[in-house]
């Protein structure tokens, strides 16, 4: 027999009782549920809506089920449709008639609403000491990579001359604000929906600032229908996490680039790498593959969740309890890219050889040389068409730019003398760029001291 069984003549169909339950997958919410349930029972006992006899009884059995899931004593049915009925319909077999009386002003929409910010307040703070972790490993590399010159690109040309530390502190401060974003979604979230009701409130004199505070949160929702409706805390997160996973499969996709024979900047470590079962020479970067790859995922547990609430009048509607797959999938999924990312990271082997021979072509201190012109004195404009003329130049006789003869270089301006070989020089041109935020090795260390600095504010 169901709890709702009185309005009913009839048995639930058994697809329909299949359909409907969502125990299979919200039985993750199962500790929270617990929490909730005693959280709500001693204010019931303590506003004297219950007596405090009944309202010990459910703490001792809650308490009880809590022991046992956690042992994993304990079996969930679909018959008792969600983890909100399993856990009532177990406490009432296990101690009677106080266990009856634990829904008294409360329902499964502002429980079920209180359990998923409960999960998530938590699942954030996991993720966000990932990200921390991810950030400490890129630092690392970081601080060992400040001279090592690398092509900077654009348009995927070579561009500009940067350090691998310059690069890997440019993801560095990408998740810097991917931390703050998720701290920011946690403290939104951090309102307390129970005893929102069904949608209406209640009649009991209930005390909803007793729960909120026991339950951690900063004050009960304002409103009650609000409190059962809305899953924006749900859609923030999940916006957070797909932002997330945007600048993690950026650098996957840099990685899988850097350990290519076409560009050989890195090596991955054997344990982060896999082979292929036909062709022996193969080392491949599944790790960063499949981070790119779930990156994917996560957007659509985005696009799953915004479209399922988009069309929902006020309050509570099924369609909300698929609301839980995504949200899990994506927690789970970003759970799991972060720390074998990390791994891959620490672990990575940085060749500056290959990557100082490539910043070696591709006229990278083409606009350096330029900037010397203009600090003798030219145009930057009519600078600019110089150093063109000397890249074409270079090109027909396949040369670089610091090959050229004084004599070459002066066929377009007189102002070019001796000095200008230290002008083109790239490990030079890479220190002189010492503007805040630059490359140069000052600038990357005061870089990597910001992100220290943040690593240790953040973490909990
Ligand atoms: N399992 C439901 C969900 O996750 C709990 C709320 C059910 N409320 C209801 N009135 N059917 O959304």
């Known amino acids: 027999m169901k709890l709702w069984g009185g309005r009913f003549q009839k048995e639930t169909d058994t697809l329909v009782n299949d359909f409907n339950s969502s125990i299979q997958f919200d039985q993750r919410l199962c500790r929270e549920d617990l929490q909730g349930s ?38 969930f049915t679909a018959d008792n449709e969600d983890i909100h009925m399993n856990v009532e319909t177990l406490l009432t077999q296990r101690i009677g008639e106080a266990g009856k009386r634990l829904h ?32 400490k490993a890129l630092a690392e590399q970081a601080k060992a990579h400040q001279k090592t010159v690398m092509p900077g690109y ?41 005893g929102s009701g069904a949608l209406a409130g209640t009649t009991y004199p209930i005390d909803r600032w007793q729960t909120a505070r026991d339950l951690g949160f900063d004050a009960p929702m304002s409103n009650s229908l609000d409190g059962v409706s809305d899953r924006d805390y749900a859609l923030e997160l999940l ?6 996973m945007m600048h993690l499969s950026r650098l996957a996709e840099e990685t899988i680039l850097w350990c290519s024979w076409e ?17 022996p020479q193969k080392k491949n970067p599944d790790v960063a593959e499949l981070v790119r ?36 999938d994506a927690v789970d999924t970003v759970k799991m890219c972060l720390p074998v990312f990390t791994g891959m990271i620490r672990t990575m082997r ?59 270089l002066q066929s377009v301006s007189p102002l070019f003398t001796e000095d200008v070989y230290d ?37 909990a």
């Open 104 to 135: 008294t002003a409360r329902s499964r929409n502002d429980q079920v609403a209180v359990d998923l910010r409960l999960y998530l307040r938590r699942e954030i703070g996991e993720i966000i000491a990932g990200i921390l972790d991810f950030q």
């Open 350 to 408: 940085v060749l500056p050889g290959n990557m100082r021979a490539a910043a070696g072509h591709g006229f990278i201190n083409a606009t350096d040389c330029a900037d010397y012109l203009t600090k003798k004195g030219m145009p930057f404009r009519d600078a600019y068409t110089a150093v063109g003329k000397l890249v074409y130049y270079c090109t027909e006789h396949h040369k670089v730019l610091e090959e050229l003869t004084l004599e070459e």
């Open 154 to 194: 654009t348009h995927l040309q070579r561009a500009q001359p940067i350090s691998f530390a310059q690069h890997l502190l440019a993801y560095c401060q990408m998740l810097c604000r991917d931390v703050t974003r998720l701290e920011d979604c946690g403290r939104r979230m951090n309102q307390c929906p129970l």
């Open 38 to 75: 005693m959280a709500h029972a001693k204010m019931l006992g303590d506003c004297g809506i219950i007596s405090q006899k009944d309202a010990a009884a459910i703490q001792t059995g809650l308490e009880g089920i809590l022991a046992d899931v956690a042992a994993g004593k304990v079996e």
């Open 293 to 328: 790859g779930k990156t994917g995922r996560v957007y659509g547990d985005l696009m799953a969740l915004l479209t399922a609430m988009k069309g929902l009048a006020l309050a509570y509607n099924k369609d909300m309890q698929e609301d839980k797959e995504p949200v899990f």
């Open 263 to 279: 560009f050989k900047f890195i090596e991955l470590d054997d344990a982060y790498s896999t082979g292929s079962s036909i062709m």
């Open 239 to 244: 916006s957070a996490l797909s932002i997330l």
């Open 423 to 459: 002008a083109l020089d790239l490990e030079n041109c890479m220190e002189q760029r010492n503007s805040y935020g630059g490359p140069a090795i000052a600038e990357t260390s005061r870089q990597i001291q910001e992100i220290e600095t943040f690593v240790q504010e953040h973490t």
